[in-house]
């Protein structure tokens, strides 16, 4: 199984009243072979509780060999500026911690 990240990007948002707040997560990964998804799933807090963990799991499956970029996306409600970045852990590699950008309704 091969990944490779790109265009990690990590949003605070809010709706236009000011509330219903979410962290949203997006990034696109290479896969190997067509049957596989990948996913993000958050993972337990560490030691730092403004960094948001999540792991970066790609389902395998029987399916033709062929590398291929497969847009991956995770949302959860949070609390203002709960977090301020966001850790991407992936098995085997190189794990990937950005920035969250606060965006302003």
Do not use: C
Not at 15 to 23: A, F, Q, Y
Not at 71 to 99: A, H, L
Request: glycine share 10%.
């Amino acid at each position: 199984m091969s990944a490779v990240d790109e265009g990690w990007k990590a949003q605070e948002t809010n709706d236009p009243v000011g509330s219903n707040r979410k962290i949203t997560v997006t990034g696109t990964v290479q896969t190997s072979n067509s049957s596989q998804d990948p996913e993000l799933v958050e993972g337990h807090p560490g030691i730092n509780e403004v960094i948001l963990l999540l792991d970066l799991k790609i389902s395998s499956g029987i399916g033709a060999t062929v590398m291929g970029a497969r847009d991956v996306k995770f949302e959860k409600s949070v609390e203002p500026n709960q977090y301020s970045q966001v850790t991407i852990r992936r098995k085997g590699g190189d794990d990937v911690t950005i920035d969250v950008e606060v965006v302003h309704s």
